[in-house]
C-alpha cells in the first residue's frame, strides 16, 4: 500500500493505493494520526486505487473517526471501489461514514 | 490422494497477501463464483490475521499452514498453528450495529463459510476448519 499526503483546495488529502490489510494498516495508522494529532479537519481520503481492505483497515478508520468527532473534524471517505465500499456496507459502517463518489460531491457538502 | 493443496507461511503479515493470492487462485481452480471468491479470500486473510495477532501474540516467527481442498460437501480450508489453544467460546464478533474498532473478523468469515469449526483432536495448536457448501 501506498500512502501520499498533499493540499488540495487547502484541505488535506490522503490518498491511498494498494492493498490495506494488517501488514500494511499500522503504516497507514500512523500517518493519519499524525494528522490528527494536528486536528486536521476535514480529512479527505482518496480511495480510488485501493483495491482491498480488511478489517484492520476498516479499524484504522473507525478508530480515526472516533478520533476526529471528539474534536467536530469531518472525515470524508472517496472514490470507493465496489469490492471495498460493500465492506462497509457489510459492516454497517456506511451509515456512520460520510462516503463520496467524487471529490465534488465531497466538497459540496 | 484428494484433490488438495497446501501453502506453508511463518506468522509475518507481510505473507497475508501471498495467503490471499493463493486462496483466490484455489477457489478458482475450484470453480466458485467470482463473488465467492472475494468473500473466501477475505474471510482466510481475517482467519489467519487472527492467528498471527492472538495464536502467536504478534510472534512473526510461527507456522501457519493452510489446506484446501474441494470435497463432497463444498469448498474446505483447514487453518493449523501451533500457538495457543482457541477457547471457541471466546470468538464473538461485535453487534454491527456498535461502532467500534475491532470484532469485525469473525463475521467476514462467517459470510463467506458455512462452517466454522475448531477440531478438537489437535493436540498442540489449533486447526480451524471452515466449509463453504456447494451451491
Known amino acids: 500500500m ?20 494488517m501488514y500494511s494498516s499500522p503504516a497507514l495508522r ?9 486536528r486536521v479537519t476535514p480529512l479527505l481520503i482518496d480511495f480510488r486505487g485501493v483495491s482491498y481492505i480488511d478489517s484492520s483497515g476498516i479499524a484504522t478508520f473507525v478508530e480515526g473517526l472516533k478520533r476526529m468527532m471528539s474534536y467536530g473534524g469531518r472525515l470524508k471517505l472517496i472514490g470507493l471501489l465496489e469490492e471495498v465500499r460493500e465492506i462497509f456496507s457489510f459492516s454497517k459502517l456506511d ?15 | 490422494m484428494n484433490d488438495l493443496a497446501v501453502i506453508k507461511i511463518q506468522s509475518d503479515p507481510k505473507y497475508l497477501s501471498v495467503i490471499r493470492t493463493v486462496t483466490a487462485k484455489v477457489g478458482e481452480l475450484y470453480g466458485l463464483s ?20 492472538h495464536t502467536y501474540r504478534g510472534d512473526p516467527h510461527q507456522p501457519i499452514v493452510v489446506k484446501y481442498r474441494m470435497t463432497k460437501k463444498g469448498f474446505e480450508v483447514l487453518i493449523e498453528d501451533t500457538g495457543v489453544k482457541v477457547q471457541p467460546e471466546s470468538i464473538e464478533g461485535r453487534n454491527l450495529d456498535e461502532v467500534r474498532p475491532g470484532g469485525l473478523g469473525v463475521h467476514l468469515i462467517k459470510r463467506a463459510f458455512d462452517i466454522f469449526q475448531f477440531d478438537q483432536r489437535k493436540r498442540k495448536g489449533n486447526r480451524l476448519r471452515l466449509i463453504r457448501f456447494r451451491k
Open chain 1, 2 to 21: 501506498n500512502v501520499e499526503v498533499r493540499d488540495y483546495q487547502g484541505m488535506k488529502v490522503m490518498a491511498l493505493s494498494g492493498e490495506i490489510d
Open chain 1, 30 to 38: 500512523e500517518e493519519m494520526m499524525g494528522l490528527l494529532d494536528q
Open chain 2, 34 to 53: 467470482e463473488s465467492g471468491i472475494k468473500d473466501v479470500k477475505l474471510a482466510v486473510d481475517e482467519a489467519c490475521s487472527n492467528v498471527i495477532k
Open chain 1, 95 to 109: 451509515q456512520v461514514f460520510e462516503i463520496y463518489g467524487s471529490f465534488e460531491d465531497a466538497l459540496r457538502r
